[in-house]
T-cell receptor, first 113, second 114 residues
Framework: SQTIHQWPATLVQPVGSPLSLECTVE??????LYWYRQAAGRGLQLLFY??????ISSEVPQNLSASRPQDRQFILSSKKLLLSDSGFYLC????????????FGEGSRLTVL | AQSVTQPDIHITVSEGASLELRCNYS??????LFWYVQSPGQGLQLLLK??????LVQGIKGFEAEFKRSQSSFNLRKPSVHWSDAAEYFC????????????FGKGTTLSVSS
């Protein structure tokens, strides 16, 4: 069966510090991968998605970047965090050749102080 | 552009009462529609989905949803709510195309009173 892991689960970082959130999927190959951010009362905002290694699409201009160094690994990064980067970050995957549902990880709570 | 509207931010229902959560979408073609549930501090779990065919779809945990093309709606229902159903519920719409993302509504928080 397929599983998705995100870490760290919780992170408290000072303004201006770097960020790295990691997501890995097991049990499938060539998944489509997604990063969403969830802020209170604002639903889920799509940040990035990837259909293959090294292929990243950005939906919203911002202080964050994403990379996909391996088929089942998706990393969300920042060089210098802002207060507004605080939120709950969710990684998700979907089967690569099907337009089906997304499967979500457990999320990473980021607090920028 | 695709969009999803969940008109109710917060709903309180008595345990054992029926539930209906509303979802309206804006989409230029045949949509794929989804309902997800999220417990506090957790990821999202798929409740049900609609791709085509029968417009009344059954999901997990006793939930169902009905697709009404004429009203651009995909409302979620449950005949008898349990206290464990208290959570946040998200409606989402997607395109019939691999490699695309889902667009989510802002969610409806369900509280269950005893």
């Amino acid at each position: 069966s397929q599983t998705i892991h995100q870490w760290p689960a919780t992170l408290v970082q000072p303004v201006g510090s770097p960020l790295s959130l990691e997501c890995t999927v097991e049990g499938t190959s060539n998944p489509n991968l997604y990063w969403y951010r969830q802020a209170a009362g604002r639903g889920l905002q799509l940040l990035f998605y990837s259909v293959g290694i090294g292929q990243i699409s950005s939906e919203v201009p911002q202080n964050l970047s994403a990379s996909r160094p391996q088929d089942r690994q998706f990393i969300l990064s920042s060089k210098k965090l802002l207060l507004s980067d605080s939120g709950f970050y969710l990684c998700a995957w979907r089967r690569g050749l099907a337009a089906g549902e997304l499967f979500f990880g457990e999320g990473s709570r980021l607090t920028v102080l | 552009a695709q969009s999803v509207t969940q008109p109710d931010i917060h709903i309180t229902v008595s345990e054992g009462a029926s539930l209906e959560l509303r979802c309206n979408y804006s989409y230029g073609a045949t949509p794929y529609l989804f309902w997800y549930v999220q417990s506090p501090g957790q990821g999202l779990q798929l409740l049900l989905k609609y791709f085509s065919g029968d417009t009344l779809v059954q999901g997990i945990k006793g939930f169902e949803a009905e697709f009404k093309r004429s009203q651009s709606s995909f409302n979620l229902r449950k005949p008898s709510v349990h206290w464990s159903d208290a959570a946040e519920y998200f409606c989402a719409v997607g395109r019939n195309q691999a490699g695309t993302a889902l667009i989510f509504g802002k969610g409806t928080t369900l509280s269950v009173s005893s």
